[in-house]
DNA sequence: AGCCAGGTTTGTA
DNA sequence: TACAAACATGGC
């Protein structure tokens, strides 16, 4: 096992898990233990430093995974200076947040899940489907369930996806998994610029522009997407004063003030408020 | 009992 | 184009 040990100042864990943008980890002796891909990562706080504890060859996935060549003090410090208050509160508080790089095709599925759905119940089905389809692997001894393969998961009926809880959303997830099996490229979009890249995940069975945002933001790394849920749009009314009442306009609204930071500042501005709710 | 959750699709005017 | 209803499920 290697160890790697970075300041907490802007590496929280606990903050990087919980702010909503993964559904897979759980708690482990004095941190959390992260699943991500096929692989599995113990991380935790320890004095002023978050440590990740990892296989050797996972090492240089996981310094990409949680984006540790990143600056986010400058982030940080643009939201502090943005001369929006909710906004410099909401970074001063969350300021340990890391955007994460998930596997593109984990966060499409993941985050079809998660449309008008809470996140206790989207980690609760996820967890069944690795459970049910996901291959089982060792970590420090103790098995846990990789997330399934798009084949693993085009073979089922709809009846099993009912089964794990997706409700309406199991033609989604169906179609999408059987699609990808019969050639739809999802990580070939990489490449593409994040307008165009958009419209192309739009046209996906299930996906409408609010999972379409996150896939950009969680699983392609562009951070000008402003995902606007149920949250965020409260945050728009009640703290921007806002009479928008489409969401994409309010996504654009967010995007044309914010630019490349837009990801970033729709996490600190998510977390804060759900945070404050619950 | 009814509302809500990291919304999207479908139908109607 | 704009808006409303329908869609499963479980916690509160």
């Known amino acids: 096992m290697e160890k790697i040990v970075c300041s907490s100042q802007y590496f929280n864990i606990q903050d990087t898990l919980c702010c909503g943008q993964l559904f897979r980890f759980e708690p482990y002796k004095k941190g959390y233990k992260v699943f991500f891909g096929a692989n599995c990562l113990y991380a ?9 504890e990892c296989s050797a060859q996972d090492k240089e996935l996981v310094r990409e995974y949680f984006d540790l060549t990143r600056d986010y003090s400058l982030i940080v410090k643009s939201a502090i200076d943005s001369g929006v208050e909710i906004l410099a509160m909401s970074a001063k508080n969350a300021k340990g947040i890391r955007i994460l790089k998930q596997d593109a095709v984990e966060t499409l599925f993941s985050f079809i899940i998660s449309q008008n759905n809470n996140i206790p119940r989207i980690k609760g089905i996820i967890e069944k489907l690795c459970y049910f ?12 369930f990789t997330f399934p393969t798009v084949s693993a998961l085009a073979g089922q009926s709809l009846e099993f996806y009912k089964s794990v809880g997706l409700g309406y959303r199991a033609p989604y997830i169906k179609k999408l998994a059987e699609d990808i099996v ?15 890249l958009k419209k192309e995940l739009l046209k996906i069975y299930g ?21 606007v849920d149920t949250w965020i749009e409260k945050v728009y009314r ?8 489409d969401r994409v306009q309010i996504s654009e609204f967010f995007t044309r003030k914010f630019g490349e930071n837009s990801g970033f500042f729709q996490q600190y501005l998510f977390y804060n408020k759900r945070e404050r709710e619950i």
């Not at 019969?182 to 165009?196: E, S, T, Y």
């Not at 933001?217 to 000008?224: D, E, V």
């Not at 009640?238 to 009442?245: I, P, Q, R, S, T």
């Open 182 to 196: 019969n050639g739809l490229d999802i990580k070939a979009l990489a490449k593409l610029d994040a307008p165009i």
């Open 207 to 227: 996906v409408g522009p609010k999972v379409a945002d996150c896939v950009l933001l969680f699983g392609f790394g562009k951070t000008n997407a402003f995902p």
């Open 238 to 245: 009640e703290n921007f004063l806002g009479k928008l009442k």
């Open 44 to 52: 935790y706080t320890q004095g002023d430093t978050t440590v990740i």
């Open 133 to 144: 389809l996901g291959e089982k692997r060792e970590f420090n001894g103790e098995q846990y």
